[in-house]
């Protein structure tokens, strides 16, 4: 069994869900300013309350690629409490594994990278292609290599 994890990098963009709470709380208050002082308040301390629970699970989550066998699969990991298989497929499917390039791809895209050199494993199963963008390290990338068919396109490491 080969694991790679990698922690996703903090952005603005995580807390959105977390704003959103509180304007929709905020928007709330303004609403009801005229009907009760004590009902807007409650508004607005339900939604900073919501906000504040949402950030954290948003903020410190990382991805985790997984060989087991000859299974590929990607986890999300939030607050190192809870695990979410986004992806898996059997190695035998890959037909393309190299460097992202930001090449428009063909079939279903998801993108699960967040380091630096991106990599795209393309699988095409029972006809349906996903191409698959993800940050692994090299020892990740050359046992990938190690399981897949001889016939994949393979990029130089």
């Known amino acids: 069994m080969k694991t790679c994890i ?5 952005t603005p963009k995580a807390l ?12 709330g208050t303004l609403l009801l300013f005229k009907a009760s002082t004590l009902a807007s ?3 607005l301390g339900v939604a900073a309350i919501a906000g504040a629970l949402m950030a954290p699970s948003f903020i410190f989550t990382e991805y985790e690629y997984n060989l087991e066998g000859e299974v590929f699969s990607i986890a999300l990991i939030r607050n190192k409490a809870s695990r979410k298989e ?8 890959l037909v393309v594994c190299e460097k ?12 699960y990278s967040e380091g630096a050199e991106p ?7 029972e006809g349906k292609q996903a191409a698959i963008i993800f940050s692994p390290d090299d020892a990740f990338v050359r046992e990938l290599f190690l399981l897949a068919p001889s016939k994949v396109k393979r990029s130089i490491i």
């Open 6 to 10: 990698v922690k996703r990098k903090f």
């Open 16 to 27: 959105f869900p977390s704003l959103l709470v509180l304007g929709i709380g905020f928007v």
């Open 41 to 43: 308040l409650l508004v």
């Open 86 to 93: 986004l992806f898996s497929c059997d190695v035998a499917h």
């Open 100 to 111: 992202f390039t930001g090449q428009p791809l063909g079939g279903i895209k998801l993108d």
């Open 119 to 125: 990599y795209c494993a393309v699988f095409n199963e």
